[in-house]
């Protein structure tokens, strides 16, 4: 498959900038998207509004992040297979990922339906938040199994090498969705329902893209029923490395119930407004560093299965460099321009003076975010599924779902605010210090210290 030849031959350099930009621009967009739907949803339906959004798409996103574990789990398994030359492998991966998105997601959704009471009130959705959640609920759900389906394809379609469709499976919804949310909320004045339609019809959008790309586009990943036979020893290296992305999403999700419940205790449904403002500034101030990790994931799992130590190691630490600068710049526009960007998103003047001091406080360690993102999801794309779960798991579950419980007891909501740095430093620190005394075992059984190999092999 000559599109993933260059992974193992071309400058390090150029390779990133080819996978890691497609993929900032479509985490850039999808970021802006989500800034301009609160915008829509806070001033044309009000606080309450970006509350029962800051409660719903913590939902959906964990249903519909069983696609991306399977995308990402396979993405690692499929990059190894076309670095080792095993094309047979690459095609039954991609067939049982199909499999296994398309029934895992049309039973969680049918899950989340019938609990969908209990799941709104177990994350928060109370008080003035509640209706217009079921509201919202309701109608995202079924755009889920659509949205599962374009991020295990949006993984797969950068494994491949093609990261500009990557990115347009991106760009469509967000797009899509900045159409709709005119039209739907404010033309047909149908509110929180114009909202949720606009997102669910985005999503929709994106899969049949995706679909058409192996369908008709450049794809090697044909379907081909031969395929679509159970292979459990593939299934079983898919689950347990999607589970890395996986039980991340659901330690999110716990964390978002944590949040949201702490947030309303301490700090009623302004205290989950002001959230919904951090939350999509977090999406953005993240991109670059997203955008550099999903570019830098194939290179490593197509060096890693081609026994390129030298060049597996170079680009984890290009990967670190590139990613911490950029945040250094993003961390720098959010310290100067919090109060503006707060005012963004609604004109209720207590609302913004309560979050321009939040935004400051939150994104205090942002510059470390590279270190934990990019290590973690070196020892996934290389298929050490432990490692790479540990280290997920690092920031949400090991620091701030207890800091975000423990804190508020003696500084009250501000003590939630607090947590975030705190649990930034905490993970970065982890991280680098279980890369640097790791050692990698490579295809050919050797071990070898991660920071002390700095031969090139071409």
Known sequence: MKSTEKFGTAPLGKLLREQAFPASVGILVMSVYAIIDTIFVGRYV????IGAITVVLPITFLISSIGMAIGVGGASVLS?????KNNERALTTFGNQVLMTVSLAVVFVFVGAFFMDE???????????????ETYFKIVLVGVPFLAWAMMSNNVIRSEGFPRVAMYAMIIPAVANLILDPIFIIVFDWGMEGAAWATTLSYMASAV?????????????????KYFVPNFGIMREISALGAVTLARQGVISILATVLNNSLFYYGGEQGLSIYGIVNRVLMFANFPVLGITQGFVPIVGYNFGAKLKGRVNKIVRLSIGWASAFSIMIFIVLMVFASEIASLFTTNTTLIDGTTPVIRTVFLATPLLAVSLIISAYFQAIGRAFPALFLALTKQGIFLIPLVLMLPLYFGIDGIWMSFPIADIGAALVSFIYYKFTKTVYPDGKLIDNPDVIEEEE
Do not use: C, E, M, Q
Not at 46 to 49: I, N, S
Not at 80 to 84: D, E, F, I
Not at 210 to 215: A, D, G, P, S
């Open 46 to 49: 009000g606080a309450a509004g």
């Open 80 to 84: 190894r297979s076309l670095g080792g």
């Open 119 to 133: 799941v709104i009130a177990l994350f928060g959705g109370r008080g003035d938040i509640k209706a217009p959640a």
């Open 209 to 225: 893209f995706t679909l058409l790309h192996f369908l008709r586009g450049k794809s090697h990943l044909k379907f081909n029923k």
